[in-house]
């Protein structure tokens, strides 16, 4: 670094100028011409700068004159610093030392003068500043490592104390500078405090943030921690430790509350009866404590006793003679020796006895509510539970004094609390429902010699708690009960026990209600199940739902059963003519030799079940000539007897059906029907398409009359064999059970005919008997419940007409046995109700053969008939549609009918006697069959209510 501020030139062509020009220009030339900087520590001969270069003296002169460089030295003594070469070159001479060469915290530097010389004659004084940088090398030291201070307990908040601050000896300002840091535990109370001085340094303090007290804390350990803000930094520690100085703010206090000394007659004086102790939390003088009797203590009780102040000790004063027993009550008081002086008092009992052997006694407390010798426990108390205390009194002295004690429970049990004391916990868990009073004797007896014993005895009453939950009587409850009855009909009773007591023992039922299906039936508080409406058993047969039962403890318990209410069925419906159809219908029928007897076969339904759809088919008109015939249980239409030439024509056949049930509810249709006899062949099957848009004619097939007949005569033959089995049988099923199946779906219940399954109804029902338990014996019924429920909602039953979707096709059964042709019955329609229209022949082997029935047939190119509204008998009526969907594999029309009040219309149907059975191919259709009990073996271990009333049950 070059200062051009001062430049001098001298031109002289000898060496006669006087020195003293030269003394003149270095005084009157105070410019610096270059500045160079060293670190402080560098050793000797340190190289720091090129004078030559920086100043340019090369670039002035030329290179042949010979430029030197010397350094003026004005005072020898002083050591030099710096060494100048002749060509400018700038050296250390030795290791440099800020904190030696320069002050503190002030800028730390060297001048220097060098000449500049051509040859023999001066050019130039160069001022040349070294800069001596300080290095961080020092740091914060504190005069102590450790001082102690002392706060006094009384001192106030905010009082300080001063400490000594730290020194940094190096010159540099950051190095020098130092910040103050006070490392204490959390909860200390103290602070530091730092202020600056006039002359830039620091005064330290120890400032006391909080009252102290030198009975919780005596000493505090603090550390002051002063940083320099150099690099890197330095740093120095100062510990202090902080004395609490005591005053008296504590009391004496006793090792007890209370002393109860118990000594004999014969006591030594030179003894001491007791030894008092009191201490004080305060130090020096203040934590001395003396004793004195109180002020409370009367004079008589001081001429039995004395004090020894310093120890604490008392003595008896003389031998005390009196035979009976005599207490005694000291106060002491126990004084220190601060100012002013602080003091306490404790009670002392002392109990004077003779040396006698007398019986311990026992002291019983229980914590619990008590009266007396019996106290009260909670069901729920936990083991080890402390529920009494135990004091055993005995005065005694010696083994006459030594007293154990036991306790004869095995749900109790004694711990010992020192002597003479117990305490009486829980040893085994109890339970109220087992035990509620719990009788135990506790003894104690001493060790004297003969051994006094003292028995007392104790009760302990167990509190109940909910600590049982409500129990069912049985998992799953079945009822009975009749349809049609009157809302809130008892239906039967649910019983559940508790054996808690109070609210944990109070039950309250409930049903859980389903959020798809509407349940009819309340239960009351008492566990009653009624109805709360009228129930059809036609909409739904069994009603299968769970109840809950709960305590009104706290916590509530719970517990739930399964119910099961079966609608006992009720004649509510009148029976349906399936086939025919329409009312009145048409039927032409032509005969020949090879016919056989059956002509149709008719069909009907009835929404009940058992022997209420039990049907019987009646020919009540029509018949003047005795031509015809009806089975009363299979609904076959046949000729009675030979069929000759006079006897074709137009009959008006008056066709009734009716069920078995009381009273008997019946329907009835007409069924026009014209016979044509012939004595020539015919064919086999011919279908006659008339001109009459109302009848439908039916050729017979010729060529297969031989095997019709054939087949109908095994048929009759396999039924006349059932039927008569089934006559010898029924008296022995009239006493024998039939248990009913159930499959249970998602809105009714059908009958699994494969899978039976035994109920057990919590209702008795009386047996049946007379004719409806015999038509329950020859009955095995088959239905099938309607899936759209929309349809049944009001439980009407529907006349001759009902919507229906059939399917009609032809089948020969002919080859097979029987019963191979019951197998291969089917209905043609998916009718929507219970359809008994067959007798099965269950001790056949088989259901019924149909193979000796003519059934309706649909045949290609069949006219339809309109429908015509039927009247029935029954109790209800509703409107009905036929529907006949198309056949979609055989390509036969299904046509829909509508019903319509006081329209008629008239069928004719041609049907060949030979013609084979009716089959269904609707896969979808299902055919349940069950036999109607005759005898009703229901259980039950509850106490129900007659869920069936007696007048609603079939009196033999």
């Not at 006391?208 to 320099?228: F, G, S």
């Not at 520690?237 to 118990?262: A, K």
């Not at 508790?498 to 309340?522: A, C, M, Q, V």
Request: glycine share 4%; hydrophobic share 35%.
């Amino acid at each position: 670094m070059i200062n051009h501020c001062c430049l001098a030139t001298f031109f002289t062509s000898d060496m006669l100028m006087p020195l003293i020009f030269l003394m003149i220009f270095i005084t009157s030339c105070l410019c610096v011409d270059v500045t160079y900087h060293v670190e402080e520590g560098k050793r000797s001969n340190t190289y720091i700068g090129d004078i030559d270069i920086d100043t340019h003296f090369v670039e002035t002169f030329p290179v042949k004159d010979r430029i030197s460089f010397s350094q003026i030295k004005h005072n020898s003594d002083i050591p030099q610093l710096f060494n100048v070469t002749k060509r400018g070159k700038l050296y250390t001479t030795q290791t440099l030392d800020a904190e030696t060469l320069c002050s503190y915290n002030k800028e730390c530097f060297r001048m220097l003068d060098v000449a500049v010389q051509r040859e023999k004659f001066f050019i130039k004084i160069l001022e040349i500043k070294v800069i001596i940088e300080d290095i961080n090398d020092h740091r914060p030291e504190f005069p102590k490592r450790l001082i102690q201070l002392q706060f006094s307990e009384g001192d106030r908040k905010g009082m300080t104390k001063s400490i000594s601050n730290a020194i940094d000896n190096d010159v540099g300002l950051l190095n020098s500078q130092i910040n103050y840091e006070l490392i204490k535990n959390h909860d200390d109370p103290f602070s530091l405090a730092v202020s600056k001085r006039v002359d830039g340094s620091y005064s330290l303090g120890i400032t006391l943030e909080n009252k102290l007290d030198r009975e919780i804390q005596e000493t505090y350990m603090l550390e002051v921690i002063a940083k320099d803000a150099g690099f890197p930094q330095n740093q120095g520690t100062l510990q202090v430790e902080i004395s609490v100085g005591d005053i008296n703010d504590n009391s004496p206090v006793f090792s007890q509350n209370l002393y109860n000394v118990t000594i004999n007659n014969r006591h030594q004086l030179d003894r001491p009866i007791a030894m008092i102790v009191a201490t004080d939390m305060d130090s020096g003088k203040n934590s001395k404590v003396q004793y004195y009797f109180s002020s409370k203590t009367s004079e008589l009780v001081k001429t039995y006793f004395r004090l020894n102040e310093i120890t604490g000790e008392i003595f008896l004063n003389e031998q005390y003679n009196q035979e009976k027993r005599k207490r005694f009550k000291l106060f002491i008081e126990a004084r220190d020796e601060g100012s002013p002086p602080l003091s306490s008092i404790v009670v002392i009992l002392v109990n004077i006895i003779n040396q006698q052997n007398n019986a311990p006694t026992i002291d019983m407390n229980f914590f619990s509510e008590s009266s007396g010798s019996t106290a009260m426990i909670s069901e729920d108390i936990q083991v080890g539970n402390f529920i009494a205390y135990l004091k055993i009194i005995d005065n005694d002295i010696g083994e006459n004094g030594e007293i154990s004690c036991n306790l004869d429970s095995d749900k109790f049990q004694l711990q010992s609390r020192g002597i003479k004391k117990y305490k009486v916990v829980i040893k085994n868990r109890v339970d109220r429902e087992i035990e509620k009073y719990i009788n135990f004797t506790i003894t104690c007896q001493d060790k004297g010699s003969p051994p006094l014993k003292t028995e007392r005895k104790f009760s302990i009453q167990v509190i109940d708690v909910n600590d049982v939950q409500p129990q069912f009587t049985k998992d799953t409850f079945k009822f009975l009960t009749y349809e049609n009855e009157r809302p809130n009909f008892p239906v039967g009773f649910v019983n559940a026990t508790d054996p808690d007591l109070g609210p944990g023992g109070h039950l309250t039922y409930t049903i859980f209600k389903s959020n798809r299906h509407f349940l009819p039936f309340e239960i009351s508080n008492f566990g009653f199940i009624s109805t709360t409406k009228l129930l059809d058993r036609e909409q739904q047969e069994i009603y299968e739902f769970k109840v809950l039962v709960k305590d009104n403890g706290v916590p509530s318990l719970n517990d739930t059963a399964k119910v099961i209410v079966e609608i006992m069925d009720e004649n509510d419906n009148a029976p349906y003519f399936i086939f025919p159809s329409v009312n009145p219908f048409s039927l032409d029928v032509h005969y020949h030799p090879q016919s056989k007897s059956d002509i149709t076969t008719l069909r009907a339904a009835d929404r009940d079940s058992r022997q209420n759809a039990f049907l019987k088919y009646e020919l009540r008109g029509g018949n003047a000539k005795y031509l015809f015939a009806i089975n009363p249980y299979t609904g076959v239409l046949s000729f009675s007897r030979p069929v000759h030439q006079n006897d074709a024509g137009s009959f008006e056949l008056h066709l009734a059906v009716k069920d078995s049930g009381t009273p008997s509810l019946s329907a009835t249709t007409t069924l026009s029907l014209t016979l044509t006899v012939s004595n020539t062949t015919a064919k086999l099957f011919t279908a006659i398409d008339t001109q009459s848009d109302n009848k439908i004619h039916i050729n017979l097939f010729i060529i297969i009359i031989v095997a019709a007949v054939a087949v109908s005569v095994v048929l009759v033959v396999s039924i006349t064999i059932c039927i008569v089995k089934g006559s010898n049988n029924k008296n022995s099923k009239l006493r024998r059970g039939t248990n009913m199946s159930y499959r249970s779906s998602e809105d009714n219940h059908q009958t699994d005919l494969g899978e039976p399954m035994s109920f057990q109804y919590d209702v008795p029902v009386t047996t049946l008997s007379g004719e409806e338990s015999k038509m329950q014996q020859l009955v095995n019924a088959r239905r099938q419940i309607n899936p759209n429920r929309e349809s049944l909602q009001t439980g009407i039953p529907w006349p001759a007409t009902t919507e229906e979707t059939s399917q009609i096709c032809v089948q020969m059964n002919t080859g097979l046995s029987s019963c191979e042709k019951a197998k291969e019955r089917a209905i043609c329609a998916p009718y929507h109700y219970s359809v008994m229209s067959t007798v099965s022949c269950a001790e056949g082997g088989c259901g019924l053969s149909e193979g000796n029935a003519a059934v309706y047939e649909e045949v290609k190119g069949a006219k339809i008939c309109q429908p015509e509204l039927l009247p029935t008998t029954g109790r209800r009526s509703l409107k009905q549609t036929l529907t006949r969907a198309k056949n979609t594999s055989g390509g036969t029309t299904r046509t829909s009918y509508k019903y319509k009040m006081g329209q008629n219309s008239h069928c004719n149907d041609i049907i060949d006697l030979k013609s084979s059975q009716v089959c269904s191919n609707d896969t979808n259709t299902k055919l349940q069959i069950w036999n109607l009990p005759t005898r009703n073996s229901f259980t039950s271990y509850s106490k129900p209510l007659p869920a069936v009333p007696i007048h609603h049950i079939p009196k033999s």
